[in-house]
């Protein structure tokens, strides 16, 4: 297996690491109190977590075009391991009270919906490349996870909900990247259909 894979793999071993220290409830982590700002050491681990995780995103594909180690194991793990960050700290979220759950899974949704397009085209020999939009999405979405695992901080400071403002762009922006995905390859779905 080569590098970028193993990149890959790290992402996807340390989704449930992340949710062990997102939804574990003990005494073992105490908060963090500053006037009314409140955030526990768990809530700190698993957004470090995240955003290690989310990082590495990049890095394996870099790694991966750069060294011409692209490989259709890479091509079907890289986005599966994105998909399931995004769900699971999601879905997290959502159990926390911090995240409405239709907003969850619309962006949930589209993501799928996409690696399914994705997929098809694989099986296609087509390749459905990233977009701008694509782009746009993943950084307001790790945005918006980001100020909600930290409690909108440092923004509670100022009494400004930016994390909720994040939240709203980043589902926007998902859904429009979404139909953006699917108008600009409806013949990979076209010509699957069609084919025998």
Known sequence: MNLANRITLIRIFLVPIMMFFLLVKTDYFPAIHVESFEITYNQIIAAMIFIIAASTDGLDGYI????KMVTNLGKLLDPLADKLLVAAVLISLVDMGKCDAWIAIVIISREFAVTGLRQIALLEGAVVAASKWGKIKTAAQIT??????????????IGFRFDEVMLWVAALVTVYSGIDYFVKNKNVLHFADKKQ
């Open 64 to 67: 991966a075009r750069s060294r």
């Open 144 to 157: 918006a996870i980001i100020l909600m695992l930290l409690n909108n901080f440092p923004f509670e400071f």
